[in-house]
């Protein structure tokens, strides 16, 4: 893989986001001798997946199944992958995409970076890691994480001291503390946009109180404290290191809600919560743990049994809505029910130790603003084509996973495979025309 | 086939370092992965290391978070160039997930791929003996000590490489075989498209309007149906079935039966098969809910007709000469069944699968039913509403809006179908009877004239097929995948794919993709001169083979082991001759040769003695050998 790249390679696809996507469409079209350039605005490819601890519904380890991926996209000879970088801009011009990349300043020559790691460990300035949800610390100059590509240091600007000592300390004298940003624009006939989602803020719903309890924490923290490789190797809450006894999880806790301006469904938290709640019961076999919901969405292949399975094993299902989530002592929270299963109690107040909020899946982010790529209402990417689900507004541009609404690490694969048959059939039909066009003008 | 097949080919202008002195000892390397604490919270992978570091010609073992990491992969290629070592052991997880993987480390690093063993201590050590550490990393360090014992006894080997024929069938002419073969000749690959019945776009010719887009679905079958038909790449064969299917990857023999009088079967060669062969809806057993008992009963396919040949000026929704005023739709017929709770179907096997795609198609005809004919009263008998896709939830505000009344039960006590008694015929001659979970349990009967039954998806009927192909199918009857991130439209048999709900239910879009997802592994395979195999395939010594034939009669994979004619000393003799590209290497023809004159390449009778003289070895630096009776 290459880290930097010249303004005259011209990609046949171009890529939009290193996550599951992306890569697997980069993967599909590379196989078919396409060469594709992948851009990525994070310091590693990877995506959310690789930040999971295991996946429904074989409970598979995440990073077992997106790992190879990576490394195949970063070992394949026809990808190219830039990370730390975005798209600003593009418009299409006679069927050609020109795309306006920004390269963020890493502060490190990945050339001569050699990924051995002595700067982080000299490094004394700490802050909390984003990729730990925060549970931990990283330092301001790090590889981003264990099993990250590239496997190079980052240096986080916010962050640093600029007290010199990474400098002193790195063998190939990689860190280059006066990098500026570089923008690059890449001319190309098509583009795949696979820029995935974002969660909605944990702070959301206000009745919810995330912002008073460290205790009530968005599934994403649950998923690194459930990794066998997390920042604690095991699930302690937040607060307090404490072991959890009474875990609760609420549904639709950011989806399914005018209110908050996502009113459909996110699509896979009803399935990651059934997971997390059977991973946590292998963890803590002493621990009651809960599950508030108003449907459960068990709909893909070996969901629903995968849902019974959590059943049988003794997961509480309770159908209602939580009202209102209030930090009481100890660090513990009480939560107010009204639930539909109980005739005799149908307002409850329940006391748990930590709470996992199902917060709703978001777009990661809106092209239609410097790109031709239209967005739905719901914010998402367009698909306006009955026959070809990957297709946007734009010729030439398409589109697989959630970038194109909430979606499974199932479907976005099957999504991502579908937009590089796409695309290897735009770029062949494309260029057989302009085959016969040149026969019949030459 | 695999994704990162290319992978797997030693990288040019590198020396191949496999090549040394016949008597130079060998360098072996050891790389033992934690998988995150999935093998290192039971298993001592630390000790493992030190252990196997003491096993014959092993120079160096160390142990990685992720071997099959970027990282963890690059020191298994820095380890080859730097410390030269020519065989590579990995013990991590099942072959299954990462072999692949790690081959390709080692062809990067020079080393032909084959001189490479991979050890599970995952799936058959830490997890199968999670109570039991110190048995898990006693059996881990006796599995590499096979593996590095076999090691002594490899060669390299070269995948077989095989003519791959650029054309593709594609069973089925619904909208996911249309969907498969228009991509794909679209891409300048020749498609063979078979379909069943006179027409194509299967079951959505009966579907009217579909979700979420609203259009009508004879336009999506129409536009995919100009596109096959107007392809000079795709021939399509209509009334047809495939009959029979021999040979293999790149090379697959079909015979395909038209109906029509006069035309004889159709032999033809293809690289690779999707199967596209769709589902058939439920069809309720005789009284289930009443169903073939009451006329005002009816499934969910039956409703759609009904609604489409209603004209559309229509101010009343008559069935069976009756005027309807009420009607229920029941969620889940079919569908997420309970052992114990609903009764199996004639084939003994309870769907417990969710159908997906009916929740949408209830709350999609009962808004219908309230735009067109709003006296009807509607009345909706769900479990969860799953209302998940992209523009899905709007059907359900827009219900709840519309005034359908929603009710709600409990798997465990589905409604009941039932006869009003006389007295009440008036308010309708069906009620559906619950106990309602949304008023606290309340015991509640609905009358109704019509009860629409939510029909859920069931596989199709290929069992031929499945038979003639060798396919998997899951617990839930469908076409089974190899894994469903991996590879999630390959089966186990390489050059079969498959596209759409041959494999599980999915709604159209999701439909669409997958045909895509599939098209584009044919596609890749079809981007290579050749089909590249696995060398594991069986192969005869003529030295030894004395022409018994015992071979051929234990052979299961019809056509990989034949008797041919040859000249041996003047004399013409039967030989046993293996073709490599039929041939699983599963050994069975190993087994009952007399002569020892066929082994399977990579898993030779002395290489498989090795492993058990490694198994059964004292343990290195260990006084005592533990009991080999704990490491079951």
């Known amino acids: 893989m290459n880290t930097q790249i010249n303004s005259d390679y011209v990609p046949d696809v171009l890529v939009i986001g290193g996550g599951i996507a992306g890569l697997q469409s980069a993967l599909d079209l590379a196989d078919q001798d396409l060469r594709v350039l992948v851009v990525e605005r994070n310091s590693s490819i990877g995506g959310r997946m690789i930040g999971l601890s295991k996946v429904f519904p074989t409970l598979d380890c995440a990073s077992c199944i997106t790992t190879p991926k990576m490394s195949a996209a970063a070992h394949h000879p026809n990808i190219q992958i830039l990370t730390n970088t975005e798209v600003q801009a593009m418009e299409t011009r006679n069927g050609i995409h020109s795309v306006r990349l920004l390269q963020k300043p890493t502060y490190v020559n990945f050339d001569k970076c050699i990924g051995c790691r002595l700067c982080e460990y000299a490094c004394d300035t700490e802050y909390p890691d984003p990729f730990e949800e925060g549970l931990g610390s990283v330092r301001a100059i790090a590889v981003p994480f264990t099993n990250a590509i590239p496997q190079k240091a980052v240096l986080d600007a916010e962050h640093c001291a600029t007290c010199g000592v990474c400098a002193r300390v790195c063998p190939t004298d990689a860190i280059e503390f006066d990098q500026q940003p570089r923008t690059l624009t890449i001319h190309t006939d098509s583009v795949i946009v696979a820029s995935g989602f974002n969660l909605n803020a944990v702070t959301v719903k206000p009745q919810y109180n995330a912002a008073r309890s460290s205790n009530i924490i968005p599934p994403t923290m649950m998923e690194r404290l459930l990794a066998p490789h997390g920042p604690y190797g095991r699930v302690l809450r937040p607060s307090d290191g404490k072991i959890p006894s009474s875990v609760a999880f609420v549904q639709c806790a950011g989806s399914r809600d005018e209110s908050i301006g996502v009113p459909y469904c996110s699509r896979v938290c009803c399935m990651y919560a059934i997971k997390q709640a059977m991973l946590l019961s292998g963890a803590l076999p002493l621990a009651d743990i809960t599950i508030y919901y108003m449907d459960i969405r068990a709909f893909g292949k070996g969901y629903e049994q995968f849902f019974q399975n959590a059943r049988a094993m003794g997961i509480n299902f309770v159908r209602g809505k939580v009202a209102r989530v209030d930090p009481i002592e100890d660090g513990d929270l009480r939560l107010h029910v009204e639930t539909t299963d109980d005739a005799e109690n149908p307002l409850q107040e329940h006391r748990h130790d930590l709470v996992v909020l199902a917060q709703g899946m978001i777009p990661a982010w809106n092209p239609a603003a410097t790109t031709p790529v239209a967005c739905a209402s719901d914010g998402f990417v367009a698909t306006p084509s009955l026959t070809d689900p990957t297709a946007t507004s734009a010729p030439g541009i398409f589109v697989a996973g959630a970038a194109a609404g909430p979606k499974d690490i199932v479907d976005t694969i099957a999504e991502a495979g579908a937009a590089a048959m796409q695309v290897s059939r735009y770029l062949h039909e494309k260029r057989a025309a302009v085959l016969v066009g040149q026969a019949v003008h030459g | ?632």
């Not at chain 2, 790449?233 to 079935?241: G, H, K």
């Not at chain 2, 859920?456 to 199918?473: F, S, V, W």
């Open chain 2, 1 to 632: 086939m695999s994704e990162h097949n290319q992978q797997v080919q030693p990288q040019k202008n590198k020396p191949m370092q496999n090549e040394r002195a016949a008597d130079a000892p060998l360098r072996i390397g050891v790389y033992i992965c934690r998988c995150g604490g999935n093998i290192s919270d039971v298993v001592d992978v630390d000790r493992v290391a030190e252990t196997v570091k003491l096993l014959p010609d092993v120079v160096t073992a160390k142990v990685h978070t992720f071997a099959c990491s970027d990282p963890g992969q690059q020191t298994i290629t820095n380890d080859i160039l730097e410390q030269n070592l020519d065989r590579v052991v990995v013990a991590s997880c099942t072959p299954f997930l990462h072999e692949q993987t790690f081959r390709g480390a080692v062809s990067r690093g020079g080393l032909n791929p084959y001189l490479y063993e991979h050890v599970n201590i995952r799936e058959q050590a830490s997890w199968a003996h999670k109570h039991d550490p110190e048995g898990a990393t006693i059996k881990a360090i006796r599995m590499i000590a096979a593996a590095v014992g076999k090691l002594h006894h490899v060669e390299p080997l070269e995948q077989i490489k095989l003519p791959n024929h650029r054309r593709a069938l594609v069973v089925g002419g619904g909208i996911a075989g249309m969907k498969a073969a228009s991509e794909l000749a679209g891409r300048g690959i020749k498609v063979l498209l078979v379909e069943s019945s006179q027409r194509l776009g299967g079951q959505l010719n009966d579907r009217g309007r579909v979700y979420p887009t609203e259009r009508d679905a004879k336009e999506l079958v129409e536009e995919l149906a100009r596109r096959v038909r107007t392809h000079s790449n795709i021939e399509i064969l209509m009334q047809s079935n495939v009959t029979a299917v021999s040979g293999f990857i790149g090379n697959f023999k079909v015979a395909i039966r038209t109906e029509a009088a006069g035309i004889p079967v159709t032999e033809t060669t293809v690289g690779a098969i999707i199967m596209a062969t769709g589902f058939r809806p439920y069809v309720p057993q005789d009284g289930e809910f009443l169903y073939r008992t009451e006329p005002g009963v009816v499934t969910m396919p039956e409703f759609l007709q009904l609604l489409r040949s209603t004209p559309d000026a229509a101010r009343k929704l008559t069935w069976n000469g009756r005027v309807i005023r009420n009607i229920a739709f029941l969620h889940c017929v079919g569908s997420r069944q309970l052992d114990g709770v609903h009764e199996p179907p004639p084939n003994g096997r309870l769907n417990t699968y969710c159908s997906r795609t009916c929740c949408t198609t209830i709350l999609q005809q009962a808004l219908e039913v309230r735009h067109r004919f709003p006296s009807v009263g509607v009345f909706d008998f769900y479990r969860d509403i799953r209302t998940y896709g992209r523009g899905e939830e709007n059907y359900y505000s827009a219900a709840s809006r519309a005034g359908v009344t929603f009710f709600r039960y409990n798997g465990e006590e589905p409604p009941r179908v039932e006869l009003t008694p006389r007295a009440r015929a008036k308010e309708g001659v069906l009620s559906v009877t619950l106990n309602d979970t949304l008023t606290w349990g309340t015991e509640l009967s609905v009358p109704v004239d019509m009860v629409v039954l939510g029909t859920g998806m069931m596989p199709g009927e290929i069992a031929d097929l499945i038979e003639q192909m060798k396919l998997a199918t899951g617990e839930d009857g469908f076409l089974q995948e190899v894994h469903p991130k991996l590879r999630p439209v390959e089966v186990s048999v390489n050059g079969i794919l498959l596209a759409g709900t041959a494999q599980g239910p999915m709604n159209i879009q999701e439909t669409l993709a997958a045909a895509g997802a599939a098209a584009v592994k044919a596609a890749a395979m079809f981007a290579r001169e050749d089909v590249e195999l696995n060398p594991y395939v069986a192969e005869v010594d003529l030295s030894r083979c004395c022409g018994e034939a015992l071979c051929v009669t234990q052979c299961d994979y019809e056509g990989a082991l034949q008797m041919v004619s040859m000249e041996v000393e003047g004399a013409t003799v039967e030989r046993a001759q293996v073709n490599a590209g039929l041939c699983v290497g599963c050994g069975a023809c190993v087994a009952v040769c007399p002569n020892r004159a066929i082994d399977v390449n990579g898993w030779r009778l002395d290489q498989f003695e090795a492993m058990v003289d490694g198994i059964a070895a004292a343990i290195p630096g260990q006084e005592c050998t533990p009991e080999l009776v704990n490491i079951h």
